[in-house]
């Protein structure tokens, strides 16, 4: 039974409420994927059996049980390591991020995250490169209400109007070109820019030149990873609000 709303409440603090609601039930159940509901429960002082009703979507917990239950769990664990414990160091220096880029439970947490960032910069549409930014952006634009813009390294076949931005890739001697149809960015357009992990920086940037290029207003940055001082130093010389739930060396 889902619980109730007071008839007056203002709609704005309506979505809010029901936003925090689901970011700790889609916490709740991330996390009852390593703790047992004994475990939770000592950790939030709350019955398995409630804990139980809320993961599963049975109960939506009221909106003063949903700030303890919240205050509760992010004292005792960190979202960061969260993010850190599905990432892999790999042999050759980089990061395997796929059991975080393909979670849809958490992914689903993230982008209420994000959104809770950037929700004041009236963002009308989400601008990402393919492809394994995709999934994050698809689901940050969802809760933006904003529409989705994928940059492609390939021209689509049947457009002809298309807008590129093309940089040369730091370690290799080949040069990475993007394309996007011209009329997708519009000039009444306040973007967003999300990638899964940001090692050069490269990528980001010619996202930010492709949307200023269609005369677009980039509001934000986001990455789930960033990795190295270089990259998060492209993105800072952009002067654009950034923002990345890990920081890796």
Known sequence: MLSSTHRDENPVDKVENLRKRMMTINLLALLKRRYKYKEL??????????????????MLPSDERVEEIWRSLTRRIRFEDLVKERIRPTKNGYYDVTSLIWDPAFLRLVALKVSENFSKYGVTKVFTAAADGVPIACLVGEELGADLIV??????VGLDDFMEDSYSLADVAVLRTFYIPRKSIRRSD???IVDDVVRSGQTIASLVRL??????????LFAIVS???KGRAILEEEAIPYYSLLRLP
């Open 211 to 220: 949307a200023e290029r269609a005369g677009a207003k980039v509001v934000g």
């Open 190 to 192: 306040r973007v967003l």
């Open 151 to 156: 940059a492609k390294e390939k021209r689509e």
């Open 41 to 58: 429960s000592e950790i939030t002082g709350l019955p398995p059996s409630v804990l139980s009703r809320y993961t599963r979507g049975r």
């Open 227 to 229: 990795v190295g001082e």
